[in-house]
């Protein structure tokens, strides 16, 4: 579907889109006068746009300290995921990477692209990190670390059972989760969440990523580096690969589905999490990612295109969750109405759909329980054809007046 069809599709996404258009602007004016941070926060937009727009809720110590922690762990990452560097060189890398954060005078050329940059001007990064309040410099430390030492082990090891993915996860992703609450506690905006929760809310992060990528990830060149487990897809055939192939893709899907049902478990910590956030920058920075994987799953479940293609969220889907995501009422309805998206594609043929029900309906009584929920319908695709007809009108009737006032904000 073009651009107009969208637009047609789905008028209520326009005014979203627009904010987010402009808000994605002004991040190229707030960029600081200093070398070091001019390249952090250039670099950030670079390698995560979206990440960027959503870290400009925070304020600026707090900001500054999670733009180096993403970009510390981005580096780390782009050190586990380059193939072409060798096992023996990788590993001794990865296990003293938190080390080098101390030393101006260590490099190690890796990656492509913007990560190649990222790590030939590495430099930069640890000078912003040098400038942080120690106690956030300890916290970063700490995280890379263990993060490090936990993709190591992984680069010697597969995810072969569920216990291993789990643990694998927690590496690279429940650790953010644990470090981010650590710096929020420092900042002195959050108590210090427990380890449990923190850790939820990464992996469930993490899951929806690995899910959604595997099509990337199973052609990635010169060699694939897959962490779906052997213990779920082996259910469904003998090698990982098999499942791009189309004459495979009733098992395809049928493992999709598990992989998507086994990353629901974690919905429920995510929600108690987000609900003792006390700052509104801090819940905003964190709800809206959690909504956005919610989002995904619902949207890859039992669809054959993750093996075929790119599946992801509508860009004026997205701009609206980042506009609307305000409140924990917010975060409740967004959570019941896509889990009862993802209901809706349920089949009764599927090996897991009993599971699979079963979780989605732990998700809507949680949502349920807090009796601030209006399931108003807001991310469903219902029939509303009357509804955008007469708002399609309005939209073109005020697009122009609109955008001569987003330009005179962008003065």
Known sequence: MGLLGTIMEHPEEVYPMLKLKMAAARLSKQIPAEEHWAFSYTMLQKVSRSFALVIQQLGP???NAVCVFYLVLRALDTVEDDTSVATEV????????????????????CGTKDYKILMDKFQLVQTSFLELNKDYQEAIEEITRRMGAGMAKFIQ??????DDYDEYCHYVAGL??????????????EDLASDSLSNSMGLFLQKANIIRDYLEDINEIPKSRMF?????????????????YEENF????????????NALIHVEDCLQYMALLKDQATFRFCTIPQVMAIGTLALCYNNVNVFKGVVKMRRGLTARVIAETN??????DAFYELSASLESKIEDRDPNSSLTRKRVGEIKKACTASDSITRRGKYLNESR??????????????????????????Q
């Not at 953010?176 to 929020?184: A, E, R």
């Open 61 to 63: 110590e707090l900001r």
């Open 90 to 109: 990788k590993v001794p890398i990865l296990e003293s990477f938190y080390r080098h954060l101390y030393d101006l005078n260590w490099s190690f050329s």
């Open 157 to 162: 090891k597969e995810v072969e059972t569920l």
């Open 176 to 189: 953010v989760g644990l470090g981010l609450s650590k710096l929020f506690y420092v900042a002195g905006l």
């Open 228 to 244: 779906w487990p052997r213990e779920i897809w082996s259910k469904y055939a003998n090698k990982l690969e098999d499942f791009k």
């Open 250 to 261: 009733e098992k395809s899907v049928q493992c999709l589905n598990d992989m998507v049902t």
């Open 327 to 332: 409140t924990m009422k917010d975060v409740y």
């Open 385 to 410: 054809s009357i509804y955008n007809s007469v708002l399609m009108i309005v939209i073109f009737l005020l697009v122009p007046i609109l955008f001569a006032v987003l330009f005179l904000n962008k």
